[in-house]
């Protein structure tokens, strides 16, 4: 089993920056490659961005590719989202995921393969 909890979510005006971190805890995090959701008022959960279980790739959806970075510190068992330049239509509740992995070099955009989530953490984005 792995826990997961998420941080850093608020209030940012358009424009302004977020720096999400999802914390793992109950095995080692090095064996999971991670994701970021979002789920908007109405809308189905997207995918945000993927990352492998050592961090050497990543993937995002195109309407955030530019202006979010994510990353992961297998050493403190986090993986980071920073997000920049950030738009209403960003506003959403932020999901972690994790799935077990055995290839170093694999990650995930759909959200019905990983294994673990965390509870999500809001991000409102004023115009």
């Known amino acids: 089993q792995v826990q997961l909890v998420e941080s850093g979510g608020g209030l940012v005006q358009a424009g302004g920056s977020l720096r999400l971190s999802c914390a793992a805890s109950g095995r080692p995090f090095s064996g999971y490659a991670a994701g970021w959701f979002r789920q908007a008022p109405g809308k189905e959960r997207e995918f945000v961005a993927a990352?492998?279980?050592?961090?050497?790739?990543?993937d995002y959806s195109d309407s955030v590719k530019g202006r979010v970075t994510i990353s992961r510190d297998n050493a403190k068992n986090t993986v980071d989202l920073q997000m920049d330049s950030l738009k209403p239509e960003d506003t959403a509740v932020y999901y972690c995921a994790a799935k077990s992995a055995w290839s170093f070099g694999s990650y995930y955009l759909r959200a019905s393969v990983y294994d673990y989530w965390g509870q999500g953490t809001q991000v409102t984005v004023s115009s």
């Open positions: 990352i492998t279980r050592i961090g050497t790739s990543t």
